[in-house]
């Protein structure tokens, strides 16, 4: 049997959510993939959601089984374990704030900034503009989030940006997007999103410090993906997985291919 087998030593399981576990632009979890942590959990196998989403959204998504698991959220920026943040890695400023003010200029880009106790947001201009921009966002985001008038009045460190694209860019304009901001790592979260992180912040990099601060390794790893926002992950990864529908970049770093990561998990137990 290829990959996961009854001889396999893992410790820990980091899973993405979007692409991966449920179809992008769906909001229900697979039942049966509750059961499935709790039973890792009594085998003391360590289950993690790897995801560009929020501390607290995660939370509330896992919240049947949250106090058995961690999140490593804002792709990597965030690290939680039970419901108490081990650490971050957040953005330095003042780069980001001007890299954010620019975005927001952008009528096509809706920048969304995720801090370690939630979303803010900018709304400026006009009040006719503002009203446009607090509907793209929660078109986008799915709740308001905290306004601030300009990026410096955030006062907590930036961890992660979401920048959801109303037309998506094309490969040029995120070359190009990239090459101007090239002290920050831009990458595909998938569908209309954008996700933007310190360029050594990724969920790789919180892995690895995650694995070391419990005594593991990448042989004890676990990881499923499906994005280029995964790809550092699915390297490290001694079994990684990227699923049937993934992208290119990902099919790239993963060692395994699947269908389904519920099968695999119950191949694991």
């Known amino acids: 049997m290829n990959g996961i087998d009854k001889h396999s030593k893992v410790k820990m399981v980091a899973c993405d959510i979007d692409g991966t576990l449920i179809p ?56 939680v374990e039970q419901g108490e943040t081990v650490f971050t890695q957040p953005f330095q400023r003042p780069y980001i704030d001007l890299m954010l003010e620019e975005l ?7 920048p969304i900034t995720m801090c370690e106790n939630g979303y803010y947001v900018l709304c ?59 002290g ?21 990099t919180a892995l690895e410090r995650i694995l070391a601060m419990h005594g593991w390794n990448p042989s004890n790893l676990l990881a ?9 992950m699915l390297q490290l990864a001694k079994y990684g997985y990227v699923v049937s529908n993934g992208t290119k970049e990902a099919k790239r770093a993963a060692a395994y291919e699947c269908d389904e990561v519920i099968d695999i998990l119950q191949q694991l137990l």
């Open 24 to 79: 992008y632009g769906k909001t229900q979890l697979p039942q049966e993939l509750f059961y499935l942590i709790e039973q890792l959990y009594k085998r003391d196998i360590h289950f993690a959601i790897a995801s560009g989403r929020s501390p607290q959204g995660l939370q509330k998504l896992f919240a049947p089984v949250s106090e058995k698991m961690s999140f490593i959220c804002g792709n990597g920026a965030i690290y």
């Open 224 to 232: 499923f993906g499906d994005n280029e926002n995964d790809v550092e």
């Open 184 to 204: 920050a790592a831009l990458v595909c979260g998938g569908g209309h999103w954008m996700d933007v992180m310190d360029r050594h912040t990724n969920k790789g």
């Open 104 to 110: 927001h200029k952008d009528p096509n880009l809706v």
């Open 124 to 182: 400026s201009g006009t009040r006719a503009e503002q009203e446009r921009q607090r509907a793209d966002i929660y078109d986008a985001l799915g709740e308001t989030g905290i306004e601030v008038p300009e990026a410096s009045k955030i006062p907590m460190p930036i961890c992660k940006l979401g920048v959801y694209q109303k037309q998506i860019m094309t490969s040029q304009q995120m070359e190009a997007l990239r090459h101007r901001w090239s």
